[in-house]
T-cell receptor
Framework: KAGVTQTPRYLIKTRGQQVTLSCSPISGHRSVSWYQQTPGQGLQFLFEYFSETQRNKGNFPGRFSGRQFSNSRSEMNVSTLELGDSALYLC????????????FGQGTRLTVV | QKEVEQNSGPLSVPEGAIASLNCTYSDRGSQSFFWYRQYSGKSPELIMFIYSNGDKEDGRFTAQLNKASQYVSLLIRDSQPSDSATYLCAALLYNQGGKLIFGQGTELSVKP
């Protein structure tokens, strides 16, 4: 059974640009959550999608957005990139939101220069 | 107050000893708790989860939950150098629509 797949693995972008990251969950999983991980802040919750609907959102500016497709694949977009957006972006998939384990992808390392 | 708090460490234990990792949470609506291990440069991997008061054992790992004290712990018996990693505690916040919130993580170092 394939795990959670995130693409691309590495990205270098310039300030002001936008970026789209992709996450393919484990087959049969309908919930996808996104996290930002930095050395200083740890793992911070961005948002969660379930059956194509955003069910939860963390405390991030509107420049961070996402969506989920009918096949449960999810994308997140960051517009007008800032240096502080440099981080490891992780997505996690689970069967649903209640009492089920979440499994992480390998992450996308975004560097903003 | 952070929703999930962990001592950042580093926690250093000798090989073969018991490592004890602790976590507290503030939301009494939290019902499920997860322990993840993250090696440097890698993504978090699930070790175990617990949602009932008491102990849950899986091999060398034991998770303990005390809802009255809002406290979760992870014990690693017979610690090995390969256990050296950052351990993340996470709580599923039902009162907030099911968000999975992580603590800052505790760095564990097992010395040969």
């Amino acid at each position: 059974k394939a795990g959670v797949t995130q693409t691309p693995r590495y990205l270098i972008k310039t300030r002001g640009q936008q970026v789209t990251l992709s996450c393919s969950p484990i087959s049969g999983h309908r919930s996808v959550s996104w996290y930002q991980q930095t050395p200083g802040q740890g793992l911070q919750f961005l948002f969660e999608y379930f059956s194509e609907t955003q069910r939860n959102k963390g405390n991030f500016p509107g420049r961070f957005s996402g969506r989920q497709f009918s096949n449960s694949r999810s994308e997140m977009n960051v517009s007008t990139l800032e240096l502080g957006d440099s981080a490891l972006y992780l997505c996690a998939s689970s069967v649903d939101r209640v009492n089920t384990e979440a499994f992480f992808g390998q992450g996308t390392r975004l560097t903003v220069v | 107050q952070k929703e999930v708090e962990q001592n950042s460490g580093p926690l250093s234990v000798p090989e073969g000893a018991i490592a004890s990792l602790n976590c507290t949470y503030s939301d009494r609506g939290s019902q499920s708790f997860f322990w993840y291990r993250q090696y440097s440069g890698k993504s978090p991997e699930l070790i175990m989860f617990i949602y009932s008061n008491g102990d849950k054992e899986d091999g060398r790992f034991t998770a303990q939950l005390n809802k009255a004290s809002q406290y979760v712990s992870l014990l690693i018996r017979d610690s090995q150098p390969s256990d050296s990693a950052t351990y993340l505690c996470a709580a599923l916040l039902y009162n907030q629509g099911g968000k999975l919130i992580f603590g800052q993580g505790t760095e564990l170092s097992v010395k040969p």
